[in-house]
Each structure stands twice: as structure tokens, then as C-alpha cells.
């Protein structure tokens, strides 16, 4: 985890910042350090991931989801992800990366991260997550009664497109208890 100290420092910052509800936007400020960067002097495509998580770990602090989630003994894991790219940020270039959950489907929710520059999307990317706790992954049902326990009820429309739902089916590899056999390219 190439983003351990910047984690502790979100982890710790969050508990100052002002307390949000899961469904809202948050914003954590960043600067594209030495190590973010590769030789072309840009964040590094794969990076991009890792200051996500950034964003995710945000969230779920200042919402509550962290504390709540740690309790239960569930986990966030990512299923699949999915980004754009419209202009490079470069080494010491200073961004904003927003994050929000945008909905559910009936195994997923999906957040929405963007990488802002002085007002201007870079990058766009969707994530779909879960939950998994002793028992296996965590029913959505579950998350939004956590959720209601903390006073934040879902939002009436949580529900995510039919293009983002596809995108995550069409991408899916077979469960983990499934067999995936490689046969070569």
C-alpha cells in the first residue's frame, strides 16, 4: 500500500472535518507527489486507484460508515472499476478528487470519483463495491439499515443506471467459489 501515510493523515483529518451523510459529495485535496508520478512526470494510471481509495476512506469517516462497518466486522472490497481519462495532472500539480455514493444494485453500490483541477474534471472513474463480513458479502438491504441506524435513510431514487448496471455484469469474472480456468489468450 504505496498510500499508507496519506491514509493515516485522511483517517485522521476526517475526524475534524465536519460530519456528512454517505449520500453527499466529499472533497479531500491533494498535491501529485514524487511518488504518485512516473516518468513522464504525470500521475501514473494506476495511481489513480490507490488515491481513491483516498476518497472512499474520507467518506466513510466523516459519514460514519468506518466506525459502524468496523463494528460489525465487515470490509469494503471493490468489484470492479472503471475510469476515464480527459487531461494529465502533473507532479506537484495541486487536485481535488469528489467522491459520492450514487446508488445500488441488487449485489452492488457504485461511487462516482472525480479529479478536479482548479474547477475542471481530469479524470472520472465508477466504482462498484461491497461489503463482506464473516457470513460472506453483506446484503444491500443490511448497509441501508446501518445507514438508517446512523440517520441517514437512502435517498428516494438510489438506483443506478441500466449502462453502469451492464457495464458491471458484462465485466464481472465468475464468482470465487466458482471455478476460472485461464486457457491462454
Known sequence: MNVIFRTL????KARRRPRVSPWESTEITLRALPTDVD???HINNGQYFSLFDLGRYDLMARSGLWKATRQRGWHP???AEQVTFRKSVNFW???QI???IIGMDDRCFYIEHRVVVEGEIYVRAFVA???IGDAGPVSNEDILQMAQELGHPAPADFDVSEELQRWRRESALPAARRPAPHAGF
Open 77 to 79: 472490497v471493490v468489484q
Open 9 to 12: 493523515l485522511i483517517l485522521l
Open 129 to 131: 463495491g461491497r461489503f
Open 93 to 95: 500539480t495541486k487536485f
Open 39 to 41: 516518468v513522464l512526470m
Open 98 to 100: 469528489f467522491s459520492k
